[in-house]
């Protein structure tokens, strides 16, 4: 995608380039080194750009979701480590918002 609209970024002097990628590097999740890595490199593409494409007044983000409660995550992570992680402080006004439940995001811990 990038390959193809960077001509025309360049050629009116600005651009908007937004990547997503995981926060899952943070973590410690076995069995998904290959995801990681791939995340990463994300991150390090996004990284390279932003540095090229500045000069072009073109901007480039990564954003990293949290990790989202699914079935698939609930499978994964015992719920004794969501409950720990979602006591991380800061994370107490997002749980008092009630934005911290199994319908929403859980915010990762830095």
């Given at each position: 995608m990038v390959k193809a609209l960077l001509p025309t970024m360049k050629e009116s002097g600005w651009g908007r380039?937004?990547?997503l990628t995981s926060n899952s590097i943070v973590t410690n999740a076995p069995g998904l080194s290959?995801?990681?890595a791939s995340k990463m490199g994300n991150i390090g593409f996004s990284r390279g750009?932003?540095?090229?494409?500045?000069?072009?007044?073109?901007?480039?983000?990564?954003?990293?979701?949290t990790l989202t409660i699914t079935p698939g995550v609930l499978n994964a992570h015992p719920q004794e480590a969501l409950t720990a992680a979602?006591?991380?402080?800061?994370?107490q006004a997002q749980r008092a918002a009630g934005r911290l439940d199994r319908h929403h995001c859980l915010p990762h811990q830095r």
């Open positions: 380039i937004v990547n290959h995801y990681m750009l932003a540095n090229d494409l500045a000069p072009f007044g073109i901007t480039v983000n990564a954003v990293g979701p979602a006591t991380v402080p800061g994370h």
